[in-house]
C-alpha cells in the first residue's frame, strides 16, 4: 500500500499579549491647535496686507499699516528663486528675502519632521483636512481610488514640480534678480491678493471643483497637485523622525492604516519612509496598544519594547517645540539682520500697486 506524503503541521502563530497604552494620546488635538493658530495667523497677515495694499490702491489716501512681510509665505516659487539666489551669490536677496527664509524653514522641517509642515501648519492643508472630514459625514466615507490611478494622479505634482525646477534652474544669478526687479516679480505679492479678490468664473470653476474633489477624496490637491508639497516629500526621505511599528508589540489590529489619511499600509511597515507621510500622527492617535506606533528616532536594538524606544519618541509637543524653534529661529534671524522686509521707496508701491493687474510675467 502507498504511503502518503507527511503534511507540513500549521503551529498556529502565538497570540500577542495587548497591552493598553497607559497614557490617552493627545496628538490631535494638539496638532488641531498649532492649525488654528496658524490659520489665525494667516488670516490676520492678509488682512494686513489686504489694508496696505488698498492705501495704495486709494493715492495714499486712509489709513497707513505697514507692510506685513509674512505674506511672502505665500510665494513659494520666489521662495525657491531667492534660495537658489542666495546659493550662488552668498547673498540675500533684496526683493521678498521673507519668502526664501520661509522656504528654507519649510524645507528644514521636512527634512527633521516629514512633512509636517503639511499637516501641522498650512492653511490649504487645514482646510483640505476640514473638506474631507465633512465629505465623511455627508457621503459616510471617502473615497480610494484604485492604486494604478491614485500613482498616475500622484505622479502628476512631480510633473508641475518639474516644470518649475527645470526653469529656474535654468537661470543665471543675473537672471533671478532681473526677474524679481520687474514690476511684476515686486508687487507678485499684489496680483496674488488680488486673485482671491477678484476672482474670475473660470478660476471659481475649478477651485469649487477641488473643494469637491477633496470632500470626496482625503487631500485631493495636496496629494496630487501641489508642487510645494512634492518638493517636501523630496526632501522628507532624509528625515531621520519617522513613524516606526514595533512588530513586538503591535497586535496586528490594522486600525492604524485605515486611519492613515493617505493610505499607508502602517501595519505591515515597521518604518515608514513614504513621501507622502505628513506627520499627521492620526496613525499613533488610533493606536492603542502600548509601545507598538510611534513618531520617533530609530529605535535602539535590545531590550523590552519600553527601553528600545526610550528617548527615541517625539510627543506632539515636542513636534511643536521643534516646529516653533525652526520657523520663530529663521524669523528672529532675519529680522535681527534686517532681512527680512522688502524695501522699496512708497513712490514705488504708489505706482504698481493700482495697476498690478495690467502687469503681466515678464517671459509672456
Ligand atoms: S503614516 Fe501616520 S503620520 Fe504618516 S500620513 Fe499616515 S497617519 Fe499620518
Ligand atoms: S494600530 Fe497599528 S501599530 Fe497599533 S497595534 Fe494596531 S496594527 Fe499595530
Known amino acids: 500500500m502507498a504511503t502518503q506524503p507527511a503534511q507540513p503541521i500549521q ?5 500577542k499579549a495587548f497591552i493598553r497604552r497607559f497614557a490617552p494620546d493627545r496628538s490631535q488635538r494638539t496638532r488641531h491647535i498649532v492649525q488654528g493658530l496658524f490659520l489665525v495667523l494667516n488670516a490676520w497677515l492678509g488682512l494686513q496686507f489686504y489694508l496696505w495694499a488698498r492705501y495704495f490702491e486709494h493715492g495714499g489716501v486712509g489709513p497707513s499699516v505697514a507692510r506685513p512681510a509674512g505674506v511672502e509665505g ?13 546659493l550662488l551669490t552668498g ?21 527633521f519632521l516629514k512633512k509636517a509642515f503639511c499637516s501641522w501648519l498650512c492653511p490649504v492643508g487645514t482646510f483640505s483636512e476640514f ?27 512631480y510633473v508641475l514640480l518639474g516644470l518649475f525646477v527645470a526653469v529656474i534652474g535654468a537661470m543665471s544669478a543675473a537672471a533671478l534678480e532681473d526677474f524679481m526687479a520687474t514690476p511684476y516679480g515686486l508687487v507678485a505679492d499684489v496680483k496674488m491678493l488680488n486673485f482671491f479678490r477678484n476672482i474670475g ?59 492613515c489619511p493617505a493610505g499607508l499600509a502602517v501595519d505591515k511597515l515597521v518604518q515608514i519612509r513614504s513621501v507622502e507621510c505628513t506627520a499627521c500622527m492620526e496613525c499613533v492617535a488610533v493606536c492603542s496598544t ?43 534671524f532675519a529680522r535681527a539682520t534686517n532681512h527680512w522686509q522688502t524695501i522699496l521707496p512708497q513712490s514705488v508701491y504708489m505706482q504698481l500697486v493700482p495697476r498690478a493687474n495690467q502687469l503681466t510675467h515678464p517671459g509672456m
Open 11 to 15: 503551529v498556529p502563530k502565538p497570540k
Open 74 to 86: 505665500w510665494l513659494p516659487i520666489a521662495g525657491l528663486m531667492n534660495t537658489k539666489y542666495l
Open 91 to 111: 547673498r540675500v536677496p533684496q526683493i521678498h528675502p521673507a519668502a526664501m527664509f520661509l522656504f528654507i524653514g519649510f524645507m528644514l522641517m521636512s527634512l
Open 131 to 157: 473638506l474631507w472630514k465633512i465629505g465623511r459625514r455627508i457621503f459616510g466615507r471617502n473615497l480610494r481610488l484604485p492604486r494604478w490611478f491614485d500613482i498616475a494622479l500622484r505622479s502628476l505634482k
Open 201 to 259: 468664473i473660470t478660476a471659481a470653476v475649478v477651485i469649487g471643483l477641488l473643494m469637491l474633489l477633496s470632500m470626496l477624496v482625503q487631500n485631493f490637491w495636496c496629494r496630487y497637485l501641489c508642487p510645494y508639497g512634492a518638493l517636501m516629500g523630496l526632501a522628507s526621505l532624509f528625515s531621520p523622525v519617522k513613524i516606526r511599528r514595533d512588530q513586538d508589540a503591535c497586535i496586528d489590529c490594522g486600525k492604524c492604516a485605515k486611519a
Open 290 to 332: 502600548q509601545d507598538a506606533l510611534q513618531f520617533a528616532l530609530p529605535r535602539r536594538r535590545a531590550g523590552a519594547p519600553a527601553e528600545r524606544w526610550c528617548r527615541r519618541v517625539l510627543t506632539p509637543l515636542a513636534v511643536c517645540g521643534v516646529i516653533a524653534y525652526i520657523f520663530f529661529g529663521l524669523v528672529l
